[in-house]
């Protein structure tokens, strides 16, 4: 018999960040990568990696793209495949950069941007748990919610949650988010991110009263309606193109 598998819009996706359907995202994303290349550190290593390649940048417009090369070089190391002699002693510098400008551009260049762009990023999907982590009193059946996402969902989300680590997320890599009730009714929330508990945004327990950790996490939601006004809104992107002019 035929299996039916629902779909939903491209406009309904949650899980992923889509800089093509925010335009805020979008030029956040652009703006990000720009600032972020030509910071001292990652301008160094690429001009010294392109050397080694024979690319001139200067009067190209070839350059080394860090995520990119990234994605290749795992992607042959896991398939077997060989690694250019020449990048091999640069992979954990490309993975390092790679890291930092995926970061940067879900989760912001600086503390001031860290909030809208993260919500720009991640905001839905962080709102679609907490309306799932919802104590429901008329429902006392056990719930569980299974996502799968990309690693650059996983990224934003952690940055959401303030426990990102600053590496890559591995293959596999889960992120558990468990309700907790004790026998006078209180409920907790824990977060374990590898099997490892930790404690997330404006929280210091692990387990963190429901409250506490709903109050913490909010400020990084939003649902459709104002995630749509936030992606279009003219003031952000002004606020955006100043950073750029600075």
């Not at 805020?24 to 703006?31: D, E, F, G, S, V």
């Not at 600086?110 to 991640?122: F, G, P, W």
Request: with cysteine; proline share 5%.
């Amino acid at each position: 018999a035929p299996v039916n598998i629902p779909v939903a819009s491209d406009s309904n996706e949650v899980l992923i960040p889509k800089p093509s359907l925010c335009p805020n995202l979008l030029h956040y994303h652009m703006l990000a990568q720009k600032v972020a290349y030509c910071q001292s550190d990652m301008l160094y290593d690429r001009l010294k990696i392109e050397k080694i390649l024979g690319i001139d940048s200067f009067n190209s417009k070839e350059r080394i793209k860090w995520i990119e090369a990234r994605d290749d070089l795992v992607a042959r190391k896991v398939h077997g495949l060989p690694i250019p002699d020449k990048l091999e002693p640069f992979m954990s510098i490309i993975e390092k950069h790679a890291t930092t400008l995926l970061y940067k551009s879900l989760c912001g260049l600086e503390k001031d941007d860290r909030q809208i762009a993260t919500v720009l990023s991640c905001g839905r999907a962080i709102d679609l748990f907490l309306q799932h982590l919802s104590p429901d009193s008329k429902d006392s059946h056990y719930k569980l919610y299974l996502y799968s996402c990309h690693d650059s969902s996983l990224c934003a989300i952690l940055g959401a949650f303030d426990i990102f680590d600053y590496k890559w997320p591995p293959f596999a890599a889960d992120l558990r988010i468990e309700l907790y009730e004790d026998k006078k009714s209180h409920k907790f929330v824990k977060v374990s991110y590898l099997n490892k508990d930790v404690k997330s945004r404006g929280c210091d327990e692990i387990y963190a009263p429901y409250e506490k950790f709903v109050k913490g996490l909010s400020c990084m939601a939003t649902d459709k309606e104002t995630h749509d006004k936030l992606c279009n809104s003219s003031e952000i992107c002004r606020r955006f193109s100043h950073r750029r002019m600075l």
